[in-house]
């Protein structure tokens, strides 16, 4: 049997007050564990084009894009799982926490924390995180932006910018991972974005014959928007996460 309930965060706990965590002599086995929730773009380098197979590009393929800056404002996390009944091993809590934002987020900082939820004791299986980033957060800045340069066939480099305004909202999904909350563990699970991935599909073709704004390839809703409807479809897609576990320190 599996029984529904949806919960409000109940923390939101930036990265100086989780260092301050402190843990008594005694430990309350029943106490909440801290969710500390962080972002990652990974693989900044791609050649192209990329294929479907490992997300791995053509051997043949001399055509590259390098990114330099990376950064996506963070409207909402919401984490959902199924969490173990404490009356009878065969039945399941279906349960969602939320944190909310927003929060502009350097995807190329490996310490860059988007926030923290609280999860009371328990076992917490088939676990997923969505990410929404809203318009209404943007004030007039890209929810989600790219830019770097890029590197075409005949060694021509042109500078390179992707950003996007519209909605975005994308999520996890790991159906193998549990968290066992409670007593003196804390866990970080980082949300992994994967810049081979959202070029998936790109003809360099369609990059070399782009529509330039002062000399850049900028890929907006505006601008080259066929190549920024096959991106935004590519960023929709399930991302990878991690999760681990840390003991809290006096």
Same mark, same amino acid.
């Given at each position: $049997? #599996? &029984?529904? *309930?949806?919960?409000? /965060?109940?923390? =939101? /706990? @930036?990265?100086?007050? @989780?260092?301050?965590? #402190?843990?008594?002599?005694?430990?309350?086995?029943?106490?909440?564990?801290?969710?500390?929730? #962080?972002?990652?773009?990974?693989?900044?380098?791609?050649?192209?084009?990329?294929?479907?197979? !490992?997300?791995?590009?053509?051997?043949?393929?001399?055509?590259?894009? =390098?990114?330099?800056?990376?950064?996506?404002?963070?409207?909402?996390?919401?984490?959902?799982?199924?969490?173990?009944? $404490?009356?009878?091993?065969?039945?399941?809590?279906?349960?969602?926490?939320?944190?909310?934002?927003?929060? %502009?987020?350097?995807?190329?900082?490996?310490?860059?924390? =988007? !926030?923290?939820?609280?999860?009371?004791?328990?076992?917490?299986?088939? *676990?997923?995180?969505? =990410?929404?980033?809203?318009?209404?957060?943007?004030?007039? #800045?890209?929810?989600?932006?790219?830019?770097?340069?890029? %590197?075409?066939?005949?060694? %021509?480099?042109?500078?390179? @910018?992707?950003?996007?305004? +519209?909605?975005?909202?994308?999520?996890?999904?790991?159906?193998? +991972?549990?968290?066992?909350?409670?007593?003196? %563990?804390?866990?970080?699970?980082?949300?992994?974005?994967?810049?081979?991935?959202?070029?998936?599909? @790109?003809?360099?073709?369609?990059? +070399?014959?782009? &529509?330039?704004?002062?000399?850049?390839?900028? *890929?907006?809703?505006?601008?080259?928007?066929?190549?920024?409807?096959?991106?935004?479809?590519?960023?929709?897609?399930?991302?990878?996460?991690?999760?681990?576990?840390?003991?809290?320190?006096?």
């Amino acid at each position: $049997m #599996k &029984t529904r *309930i949806a919960l409000l /965060v109940l923390t =939101v /706990v @930036i990265a100086a007050s @989780i260092s301050a965590c #402190k843990k008594d002599s005694q430990v309350n086995p029943n106490s909440p564990s801290a969710l500390s929730l #962080k972002m990652q773009a990974l693989n900044r380098s791609v050649t192209l084009p990329v294929t479907a197979n !490992g997300l791995k590009s053509s051997s043949a393929a001399t055509s590259s894009v =390098v990114w330099d800056t990376a950064t996506i404002i963070v409207s909402k996390v919401s984490f959902e799982a199924e969490m173990n009944s $404490m009356n009878s091993n065969r039945d399941s809590i279906e349960i969602s926490y939320a944190w909310r934002g927003p929060q %502009t987020i350097n995807l190329f900082d490996l310490s860059a924390l =988007v !926030g923290s939820i609280t999860l009371p004791a328990g076992t917490y299986e088939k *676990i997923s995180l969505k =990410v929404n980033s809203e318009k209404s957060d943007a004030n007039g #800045k890209p929810l989600f932006y790219l830019s770097g340069n890029y %590197t075409n066939t005949a060694g %021509t480099v042109m500078p390179i @910018i992707i950003s996007v305004n +519209d909605p975005i909202s994308f999520k996890t999904v790991q159906k193998s +991972d549990t968290i066992v909350s409670g007593g003196a %563990t804390d866990f970080t699970s980082t949300i992994q974005i994967y810049l081979d991935q959202l070029l998936l599909n @790109i003809d360099p073709a369609s990059l +070399d014959n782009a &529509t330039l704004t002062n000399g850049t390839i900028m *890929i907006t809703a505006t601008s080259n928007r066929q190549l920024y409807q096959m991106i935004m479809q590519n960023l929709g897609k399930d991302h990878h996460c991690q999760h681990e576990h840390h003991e809290h320190h006096d």
